[in-house]
């Protein structure tokens, strides 16, 4: 089934009808490509809402093994390698984009996570578990993946690709800009 998404920042914009076959192509707010989520505005927020819930599903399952005495530490950080962390890392160079508060999601399931793996207390320092699991947090993750995708685009042996890593989009700015108001003007 097709559809048509408008990917824009302005919350008006809406495209022209689009049609195939003589019948209208329906429009919609995101679009489902493999397993990832897109919405309109590209803030991945469902994308990481359900796979937070995918996330949490799994733990759940695997909770009773993670937290049990009878494994040795590595093998639950195996676990976790190899069932809970490519669900996550799943189009993380696409979701990488998103705001730090939504990466910041993921970064709160890997440390509850470690909380279980080695039933640590309150106290202990999350940046701790990773040294200890050998875990990179998720801010570090992001950063060598994107440094592997663009040594492998500028590498790449057709012309247009080998251009994306010198066209990057400009750095998100440290503030939220204002909005201009549109008023309409009121004829009484």
Not at 67 to 73: D, N, P, Q
Not at 112 to 127: D, H
Not at 150 to 162: D, E, P
């Amino acid at each position: 089934m097709s559809s048509t998404v408008t990917f824009t920042y302005l919350k008006k914009e809406k495209a022209l009808p689009l049609y195939l076959n003589c019948s209208p192509v329906p429009q919609h707010e995101e679009v489902r490509y493999l397993v990832l989520i897109l919405d309109n505005r590209l803030t991945w927020n469902k994308h990481l809402t359900y796979t937070l819930q995918r996330l949490r599903y799994r733990l759940h399952r695997l909770k009773t093994i993670l937290s049990s005495s009878c494994l040795s530490l590595s093998n639950k950080r195996l676990i976790y390698v190899m069932l809970l962390k490519p669900i996550w890392l799943y189009g993380f160079s696409l979701w990488g984009s998103a705001s730090i508060s939504q990466i910041k999601r993921i970064q709160t399931f890997q440390n509850r996570t470690l909380r279980i793996i080695t039933g640590a207390p309150w106290y202990i320092r999350n940046e701790t578990l990773h040294s200890d699991l050998y875990l990179a947090k998720i801010e570090t993750a992001l950063h060598s993946s994107y440094t592997r995708l663009y040594a492998t685009l500028s590498t790449h042996s057709n012309s247009l690709i080998n251009q994306i890593p010198r066209n990057l989009p400009p750095a998100q700015p440290g503030r939220r800009l204002k909005r201009k108001k549109h008023t309409d003007l009121l004829m009484f």
